[in-house]
Structures are given as C-alpha cells and as structure tokens.
C-alpha cells in the first residue's frame, strides 16, 4: 500500500468520526453537538477556553489550510481531496497542524485539567463524537495503552490521535484498522 493509498484511507476514518450525525457531510451541525457535549460534561461556569479549543478544532480539521466557511458542508471525497493536497504540498505544516488541532481537542476533552484520562473521562469524550459505545471505547482506550491503574496520559492520547490522523507507520495503522472492523466501524 502507497504512503498516500494509507493516508486517504485514515482521513475517510477520521471524516467518518467527525461525522457525528452520519449524514455524510462534516457540517456546523456535527461541530455544534460536540460543543453541546463538552459544555454539558464541563463543571466550570466560565466555557470560554473549552468553546475555544473545539472552535479551532473543528476550524482546522474540517478546512485545513482554508479560512472556515461553516455555510458548507464537506462530503469524505472533499475532505480526503483537502488533506492530500495539503500533505502533499508541505507535510510538515500538516503534520503540525494535525498536532495543534488534536492537542486542543484533547485539552477541551480534558474536563478537570488533570492531563490523566480515566476510562470513565475517555468514554465521555467520546460521548461528544457519538462514539459511546462500551466495547469501541474500551478498544480504543486499550490500543492507547493504559498503565495499571486503568488510566492514559495527555501525551499517550496525543500520540495515538495524532498517529491515527497523519501517522506514517503502517504496522500500527493495520492494528488499528483490524480493531476498526472487528467493531464494525470499517
């Protein structure tokens, strides 16, 4: 399989996660239910910072290298089209992209602030994906690597979600994908 064959097949995969609502577009509609979401799972009155980090999120992986036009809406063949044109013209300023993006994500999916991630805390930040379905998440969460107290670190889910987006290494892509189908979400 090409470097590129392996990269358009995990943007398909990352699109069909951020396509929440599964009508098979990324719109403001699949944007504004995470943003419901995090808010909801938020203890803190003040979301400024949270709305903030899902903002820029959703701004760069659904448009990236563009100014966000959320009057559109982006079927998988555009999204797939977006990316490889971008990684094929600077895969750096892609590969950077892809790391600031996740890490806001998972700043905002880090509720307390602890940078630990509990089974518990992943599950509900993928309440927000409308991904919360036991055996998904614990099959996630267990190809991340918990230690023995059940738990992953920021810089673990970092790695892994930027892996799955821009990640280069095939062995841990067809790892991911037999997980992915054995679920029945490939």
Same mark, same amino acid.
């Given at each position: ?26 719109? *403001? ?8 979401v ?5 203890? *803190?009155?003040?979301? &400024?910072?949270?709305?903030k ?7 760069k ?23 490889s044109?971008l990684?094929? *013209?600077?895969?750096? @300023?892609t590969?950077?992209?892809i ?7 998972? &700043? @905002? @999916? ?7 991630? &509990?089974?518990?805390k ?12 036991e ?38 892509f067809?790892?991911?994908? &037999? ?8």
């Amino acid at each position: 399989m090409s470097d590129m064959t392996m990269m358009a097949e995990k943007w398909g995969i990352v699109f069909k996660l951020m396509d929440i609502n599964k009508d098979g577009v990324v719109s *403001s509609q699949d944007k504004d239910f995470c943003k419901t979401v995090f808010s909801g799972l938020s203890t *803190s009155d003040d979301n &400024t910072g949270l709305l903030k980090d899902l903002d820029f999120y959703w701004d760069k992986m659904t448009f990236p290298g563009e100014s966000p036009d959320w009057d559109q809406q982006v079927s998988e063949e555009q999204f797939i089209q977006r990316y490889s044109k971008l990684f094929s *013209s600077d895969k750096a @300023a892609t590969v950077k992209m892809i790391n600031e993006a996740v890490k806001c994500l998972l &700043t @905002a @999916a880090d509720i307390d602030g602890s940078k630990v991630f &509990t089974f518990g805390k992943f599950f509900n930040f993928h309440e927000a994906f409308n991904l919360a379905h036991e055996i998904i998440v614990r099959t996630t969460f267990n190809l991340i690597g918990p230690g023995p107290e059940d738990t992953c670190t920021f810089d673990q889910m970092h790695g892994f979600y930027v892996e799955l987006f821009i990640g280069e290494d095939q062995a841990k892509f067809e790892t991911l994908k &037999t997980a992915y189908k054995a679920l029945g979400m490939m």
